[in-house]
């Protein structure tokens, strides 16, 4: 099993940044494929972000492509999100999620791929 914190989520304005962080715990963090998702009042959870267990292979939604960027340090055992250009659409409660990665190089972009999950982290973008 592997534990999840995520961190730096906040009130920032439209056009602004933040680096949401996600924190990994209890198993060797480089058999996971992760994941950002995040989820709006009254709307699905989705995938916004994946990588794989090697960090080559990414994915994004397109409604967020050219202004988020994920990336993993297998290291420090944590994958990050740096979210730019931010939008109010982008107000979301945004999660840290895990599962195992069958091939380095396998990224997952649906929400029921993965097994584990963080508390989440609150973006709220004001416009």
């Known amino acids: 099993q592997v534990h999840l914190v995520e961190a730096g989520g906040g009130l920032v304005q439209t056009g602004g940044s933040l680096r949401l962080s996600c924190a990994a715990s209890?198993?060797?963090?480089?058999?996971?494929?992760m994941g950002w998702l995040r989820q709006a009042p009254g709307k699905q959870r989705d995938v916004v972000a994946a990588?794989?267990?090697?960090?080559?292979?990414?994915y994004y939604a397109d409604s967020v492509k050219d202004r988020f960027t994920i990336s993993r340090d297998n290291a420090r055992n944590a994958v990050y999100l740096q979210v730019n250009s931010l939008k109010p659409e982008d107000t979301a409660t945004y999660y840290c999620?895990?599962?195992?990665?069958?091939?380095?190089?396998?990224?997952?972009?649906?929400?029921?791929?993965?097994?584990?999950w963080g508390q989440g982290t609150q973006v709220t973008v004001s416009s």
């Open positions: 999620a895990a599962r195992t990665g069958y091939y380095s190089y396998s990224y997952y972009n649906e929400p029921g791929d993965y097994n584990y």
């Open positions: 209890g198993s060797p963090f480089n058999n996971y494929a």
């Open positions: 990588i794989s267990r090697s960090g080559d292979s990414l």
